[in-house]
């Protein structure tokens, strides 16, 4: 097994609060590696320090020669004044070099040597087809205008650009702080199946459960200022995580009770000390020491007294919203219910968070009503996150709501036992708020929301920059919440566990009302025939029908005509593919020179041009079958 990094005896502190020291491990070809901690606890700054973006205090991290790395940070820097077709083409990218030494190599036909060193670099990177998988990734990540500048684009459309420029360019080894943020659902299942059946070594900072199940084959923790591996995926992690704490757990107790008894025998010494005393002593202090370590392991448990919701919560009749020829909703009706936890889906640009937006009042439907009960108090997380004020320090943030908080039977609980209870410890309250890090802002913003008492909770993608153990409070907590929950999110592990139904948003209006959670409505789309496409079905019409007779009026969306184009396109490729594999066998020979070489490269580039083209309307006309 390669070596490719060895992380060597690394520390780091930000003045008195120490983040881990001594840490130490490798990274070895063929690893696929998700890196998990909590939020504030130095997982950001062992990055950077990994990624060379930062140096550690003390230690070294050994890169071997040579080594092609890349790496995805959570905010990527581009030149702002290219194009998304140029930014890829002014990548540190192999296979640029070499169409760009082929083109050298055709303008000057008399370098027979120069021609075929050039033909034998793009075989082996396989460049022939370079314009083709840039323009395939590119529309898988919805990036299908090239023509559009890096500065006109959204912070999540230039994650996706900087990910296609390091896909593009393979890398031995990629490093990834959060990947799937600002990605749909269909995007990450892409992804993940990209990374699983390429051979490339992965190091990445995640938060989605499911990737980090698909697609890792080790799990590396920092706990405690330490460092734990465990060979397997994210199941597997779980798994001997809890052997570990219970084991100990166990160890603890005995210590304790161990200290006890020593510090029974340390009241009865007499002042003189013999040498084996001393030695004991020496002993005492170190088990005390053992004994009065802490797991910091908090759990929420919030017992807020919500008001009750009375029978009316809220209702939509016919509401219709778009912006320009983006249609967000047509005629869309559905009247919510006590206890409903629904799950909102759809590829970006489907409008899912101006839906949010018409639920709250934040926006007016163009037509219809949105009626919402006089009982209803509702609780918007939204994408935006927490407004940070200079100087303001934590505490004082929930002090704006109040200093108490009413809990069920008459009870109260202030707010800095409140920020106890999400996991901000009491030296922690007193930082500033701008001295926290993402996912702690993201965190308290959440308190701010929750502590406001809503019974209709609305969260817009509530998961992104969370780390797992504040995820796994947050589903604690939302699995005991009484009131209607609405969550958009693209963390299918975190809807399959809280919500119930899906509102699908499927473009131009049509909202789906699926029932069931995630999971299972994947499992019915990849059991749906492939050739067929089905009908958005509108959420009245499907309270009236049985839940199993969900999209079943399904049709081709072909003419006959592309149907016939379809198959034609599909027999031409494999001449093509033929013909090209021909003109390669005898490239390979090295047989040819001057104007015979230079015929038929020619011949193999108007060839690949064809191929590239044809494959592109394939591809239009497939997707338009599903």
Same mark, same amino acid.
């Given at each position: 097994?390669?070596?490719?990094?060895?992380?060597?005896?690394?520390?780091?502190?930000?003045?008195?609060?120490?983040?881990?020291?001594?840490?130490?491990?490798?990274?070895?070809?063929?690893?696929?590696?998700?890196?998990?901690?909590?939020?504030?606890?130095?997982?950001?700054?062992?990055?950077?320090?990994?990624?060379?973006?930062?140096?550690?205090?003390?230690?070294? *991290?050994?890169?071997?020669?040579?080594?092609?790395?890349?790496?995805?940070?959570?905010?990527?820097?581009?030149?702002?004044?290219?194009?998304?077709?140029?930014?890829?083409?002014?990548?540190?990218?192999?296979?640029?070099?070499?169409?760009?030494?082929?083109?050298?190599?055709?303008?000057?036909?008399?370098?027979?040597?120069?021609?075929?060193?050039?033909?034998?670099?793009? %075989?082996?990177?396989?460049?022939?087809?370079?314009?083709?998988? !840039?323009?395939?990734?590119?529309?898988?990540?919805?990036?299908?205008?090239?023509?559009?500048?890096?500065?006109?684009?959204?912070?999540?459309?230039?994650?996706?650009?900087?990910?296609?420029?390091?896909?593009?360019?393979?890398?031995?080894?990629?490093?990834?702080?959060?990947?799937?943020?600002?990605?749909?659902?269909?995007?990450?299942?892409?992804?993940?199946?990209?990374?699983?059946?390429?051979?490339?070594?992965?190091?990445?900072?995640?938060?989605?459960?499911?990737?980090?199940?698909?697609?890792?084959?080790?799990?590396?923790?920092?706990?405690?200022?330490?460092?734990?591996?465990?060979?397997?995926?994210?199941?597997?992690?779980?798994?001997?995580?809890?052997?570990?704490?219970?084991?100990?757990?166990?160890?603890?107790?005995?210590?304790?009770?161990?200290?006890?008894?020593?510090?029974?025998?340390?009241?009865?010494?007499?002042?003189?000390?013999?040498?084996?005393?001393?030695?004991?002593?020496?002993?005492?202090?170190?088990?005390?020491?053992?004994?009065?370590?802490?797991?910091?392991?908090?759990?929420?448990?919030?017992?807020?007294?919500?008001?009750?919701?009375?029978?009316?919560?809220?209702?939509?009749?016919?509401?219709?919203?778009?912006?320009?020829?983006?249609?967000?909703?047509?005629?869309?009706? !559905?009247?919510?219910?006590?206890?409903?936890?629904?799950?909102?889906?759809?590829?970006?640009?489907?409008?899912?968070?101006?839906?949010?937006?018409?639920?709250?009042?934040?926006?007016?439907?163009?037509?219809?009503?949105?009626?919402?009960?006089?009982?209803?108090?509702?609780?918007?997380?939204?994408?935006?996150?927490?407004?940070?004020?200079?100087?303001?320090?934590?505490?004082?943030?929930?002090?704006?709501?109040?200093?108490?908080?009413?809990?069920?039977?008459?009870?109260?609980?202030?707010?800095?036992?409140?920020?106890?209870?999400?996991?901000?410890?009491?030296?922690?309250?007193?930082?500033?708020?701008?001295?926290?890090?993402?996912?702690?802002?993201?965190?308290?913003?959440?308190?701010? *929301?929750?502590?406001?008492?809503?019974?209709?909770?609305?969260?817009?993608?509530?998961?992104?920059?969370?780390?797992?153990?504040?995820?796994? *409070?947050?589903?604690?907590?939302?699995?005991?919440?009484?009131?209607?929950?609405?969550?958009?999110?693209?963390?299918?592990?975190?809807?399959?566990?809280?919500?119930?139904?899906?509102?699908?948003?499927?473009?131009?209006?049509?909202?789906?009302?699926?029932?069931?959670? !995630?999971?299972?409505?994947?499992?019915?789309?990849?059991?749906?025939?492939?050739?067929?496409?089905?009908?958005?079905?509108?959420?009245?019409? *499907?309270?009236?029908?049985?839940?199993?007779?969900?999209?079943?009026?399904?049709?081709?969306?072909?003419?006959?005509?592309?149907?016939?184009?379809?198959?034609?396109?599909?027999?031409?490729?494999?001449?093509? %593919?033929?013909?090209?594999?021909?003109?390669?066998?005898?490239?390979?020979?090295?047989?040819?020179?001057?104007?015979?070489?230079?015929?038929?490269?020619?011949?193999?580039?108007?060839?690949?041009?064809?191929?590239?083209?044809?494959?592109?309307?394939?591809?239009?006309?497939?997707?338009?079958?599903?």
């Amino acid at each position: 097994m390669i070596n490719y990094i060895s992380v060597e005896n690394v520390a780091k502190a930000f003045g008195e609060r120490v983040l881990f020291e001594n840490i130490s491990f490798g990274i070895n070809e063929g690893q696929k590696i998700g890196f998990v901690a909590k939020n504030g606890t130095g997982k950001t700054s062992l990055l950077n320090i990994i990624t060379k973006t930062d140096l550690p205090d003390h230690g070294q *991290v050994v890169y071997r020669n040579g080594l092609k790395t890349a790496f995805l940070p959570q905010d990527p820097v581009l030149d702002q004044h290219l194009t998304i077709e140029e930014t890829i083409f002014t990548g540190d990218n192999e296979i640029l070099r070499a169409m760009a030494e082929y083109e050298g190599a055709m303008a000057n036909p008399d370098d027979a040597d120069r021609m075929q060193k050039a033909f034998d670099t793009m %075989e082996r990177l396989q460049a022939w087809d370079f314009e083709t998988q !840039y323009k395939q990734i590119l529309s898988k990540l919805k990036l299908d205008n090239l023509s559009l500048k890096v500065e006109s684009l959204s912070g999540g459309q230039k994650k996706r650009l900087a990910l296609a420029n390091i896909l593009l360019s393979k890398p031995q080894l990629i490093f990834l702080d959060e990947p799937t943020n600002h990605l749909d659902l269909e995007m990450i299942e892409w992804l993940e199946e990209f990374f699983a059946r390429e051979s490339v070594t992965l190091f990445m900072v995640t938060h989605d459960r499911y990737f980090l199940e698909n697609v890792c084959n080790e799990i590396v923790e920092l706990d405690q200022g330490e460092m734990y591996s465990y060979k397997g995926n994210y199941a597997y992690y779980l798994e001997k995580k809890d052997a570990r704490l219970t084991a100990e757990a166990a160890e603890l107790g005995k210590t304790k009770q161990l200290f006890k008894k020593e510090l029974d025998w340390m009241r009865r010494q007499p002042k003189a000390r013999t040498t084996k005393s001393k030695s004991r002593i020496d002993d005492f202090f170190e088990i005390k020491k053992k004994a009065k370590q802490r797991r910091d392991d908090h759990q929420v448990t919030l017992e807020i007294n919500m008001e009750r919701l009375g029978s009316k919560i809220i209702e939509l009749h016919k509401v219709s919203k778009k912006y320009g020829d983006l249609i967000i909703s047509d005629q869309f009706e !559905y009247v919510f219910k006590k206890g409903e936890r629904i799950g909102i889906i759809g590829k970006n640009g489907t409008g899912k968070s101006s839906f949010l937006n018409l639920l709250t009042g934040n926006q007016l439907p163009d037509s219809g009503k949105v009626i919402v009960g006089e009982t209803v108090k509702i609780g918007y997380y939204t994408q935006s996150g927490i407004k940070i004020k200079p100087g303001q320090k934590v505490i004082e943030v929930i002090k704006e709501f109040g200093e108490y908080i009413p809990l069920k039977k008459g009870r109260i609980i202030s707010a800095g036992q409140l920020l106890e209870r999400f996991l901000f410890d009491r030296k922690k309250q007193y930082d500033f708020v701008e001295k926290l890090s993402g996912g702690e802002r993201k965190r308290l913003y959440l308190c701010t *929301v929750l502590i406001q008492n809503p019974n209709f909770l609305i969260l817009d993608e509530p998961t992104n920059d969370l780390d797992i153990v504040t995820l796994n *409070v947050l589903e604690s907590f939302l699995l005991d919440f009484p009131g209607c929950l609405l969550v958009v999110s693209h963390d299918r592990y975190f809807m399959d566990k809280i919500i119930d139904h899906l509102f699908v948003f499927e473009g131009q209006g049509i909202i789906s009302d699926f029932p069931g959670n !995630y999971s299972d409505y994947r499992a019915y789309d990849k059991s749906a025939p492939k050739k067929e496409e089905a009908v958005a079905v509108k959420t009245t019409e *499907v309270s009236k029908k049985e839940k199993g007779h969900w999209k079943q009026d399904n049709s081709t969306t072909l003419s006959y005509n592309e149907q016939k184009e379809f198959s034609k396109i599909e027999r031409e490729l494999k001449k093509l %593919e033929n013909k090209k594999t021909d003109i390669e066998a005898i490239f390979a020979e090295g047989t040819l020179e001057g104007d015979k070489l230079i015929e038929l490269s020619k011949k193999l580039k108007a060839i690949v041009n064809d191929i590239e083209e044809k494959e592109m309307r394939w591809m239009e006309l497939a997707d338009k079958m599903g």
